[in-house]
């Protein structure tokens, strides 16, 4: 998608390729140290035991679904922005990207949904450490403010 903007050669295909990168980096940053906290709980990086993680803590759940969520793309995030200015210039370049854009679209929007959905619902397979979760997340997630930023404005 990044590379589809740079080819454009337009001055708001660069800005919304610039937008992107920042959008990535501080999501998946995000997503890395959601992931490493389940592991730190959990001792177990496999999605199938996620199920009924969420229920551990009210706060961490509703972050969780925020960072996924703005992995998406959902409207009130810089992701969101960017991907629908890279759409419209594309659009704008060619019409016969649309169906390609939107099996992307698609895919990405299922597989963090996916994620979502497991570990929401579902039966524990795993006994959690609940000792030292919780104690910092709020503050660590709170460092990046313009991921707050961007999922806001």
């Known amino acids: 998608f990044l590379l ?5 050669m337009l001055m708001s295909s660069k800005v919304s390729a610039l ?6 980096g501080y ?3 995000l997503m890395f140290y959601v992931i490493g906290e389940y592991y730190h709980s959990c001792s177990s990086r496999m999605i199938y035991f996620m199920n009924s993680f969420m229920n551990s803590s ?5 972050l969780f679904a925020l960072i996924f969520l703005s992995n998406t793309g959902i409207p009130p995030s810089l992701s969101f922005l960017s991907e629908f200015m890279i759409i419209v210039n594309s659009i704008m370049w060619t019409k016969y990207l649309f ?7 698609l895919v990405a929007f299922y597989y963090s949904l996916f994620i979502i959905v497991c570990s929401f619902s579902g039966k524990n397979y795993i006994e959690f450490n609940y000792n030292n979760m919780g104690v910092s997340n709020f503050l660590i997630l709170m460092m990046y403010n313009i991921f707050w930023l961007s999922l806001f404005y």
Not at 19 to 24: I, K
Not at 58 to 62: D, N, R
């Open 4 to 8: 589809l903007s740079l080819s454009l």
């Open 19 to 24: 937008m992107m990168m920042l959008a990535h």
């Open 27 to 29: 999501t998946s940053t």
């Open 58 to 62: 009210m706060i961490f759940s509703i």
């Open 99 to 105: 169906f390609m854009i939107f099996v992307y679209f």
